[in-house]
């Protein structure tokens, strides 16, 4: 099965300090070798706003062009907007990208690989599935 994975993840592994033995890095690792990684465009876009070094704004673009894009239709936006509206009933909060997220994982039934402990409250009440690392490392 595929897994999208969260701006959250890809910034803990492109961090300066980061640690390679780190559960989720190489988790994350794995599911590249596996070939099992998806984007979507809002999450290439939130890795790479912000670089204000050119050098290393490319080259992360091109690190990351090697994952293609699960390409965003209507529906994904109606059922964001579907799914937050859902969650905003129930008191809970989160950003329409975080919605656009579920929609994709949701409709393409893949799973989030995320740190965002937000997607959690999501789940409550509506029906993702969030990836879990591995017990082997």
């Known amino acids: ?5 969260d701006t959250s993840v890809w910034s803990l592994a492109f961090r300066k300090n980061a640690n390679l033995n780190d559960r989720i890095i190489k988790e994350l690792f794995e599911l590249i070798h596996e070939l099992r990684i998806v984007i979507i465009g809002p999450i290439r876009q939130e890795l790479l706003s912000g670089i204000s070094d050119p050098t290393k704004y490319e080259q992360l673009k091109e690190k990351l062009r090697v994952f293609n894009d ?7 936006y109606e059922l964001a907007a579907q799914l937050f509206n859902k969650c905003r009933k129930n008191g809970i909060q989160g950003s329409h990208i975080d919605f656009l997220k579920c929609a994709v994982s949701i409709n393409n039934n893949i799973s989030i690989f995320t740190l965002d402990h937000d997607f959690e409250k999501y789940k409550k009440y509506i029906n993702i599935k969030l990836y879990s690392v591995r017990n082997n490392y």
């Not at 099965?1 to 994975?5: G, N, Q």
């Not at 699960?70 to 994904?76: Q, R, Y």
Request: no cysteine; aromatic share 0%; proline share 8%.
């Open 70 to 76: 699960i390409p965003l239709e209507t529906e994904h």
């Open 1 to 5: 099965m595929k897994v999208l994975i």
